[in-house]
């Protein structure tokens, strides 16, 4: 039975991979592509959301928007994937900072994690006031695993965190 579920998740996952048409940096995507990609995001599939995420990586930003949408309006597991999106991105999602700074806002506790490293990544020195003073409570944490990575966060900012 579990090689028979196994196989199953095999090819839908390589079904999603190849319906998708493989889209990669300078194919000039249609925005129908792109959509779909982002709602492949939200597939139970981990392959296929890693399929997925590494072709919206691809696609540079011509992603960010989409991605800003579901930051917007999808459910938590959909932001967390988007964020994931975005911060691989780095500056090219320069556009997402103030989407990605209110879910800062809405997530509580450790879910806020995600967007403050992705934050980092996308615009250290524009988003630091948003995220070292909320990295640096996190050091105060009883969760060990929370303030190793609170300061993993906090080193993504560089210089940008001497500041605080």
Known sequence: MRRVITAIG??????AFFCAGDVRA?????PAQVADLVDELRD????VREVARRQLVALGDKAVAPLVALLQGGEPAGRVEAVQVLAALGP???GAVPA????????KGAARLPFLKALAEIDPVGSAGTAIPILLAFLDDRDAALRLEAAKALGAFGPAAAKF
Do not use: R, W
């Open 10 to 15: 095999l090819v839908a996952a390589s079904a």
């Open 26 to 30: 300078g194919d000039g995507a249609t």
């Open 44 to 47: 139970p599939d981990a392959h």
């Open 92 to 94: 090219l999602a320069k």
């Open 100 to 107: 990605v700074a209110e879910c800062v806002s809405m997530e």
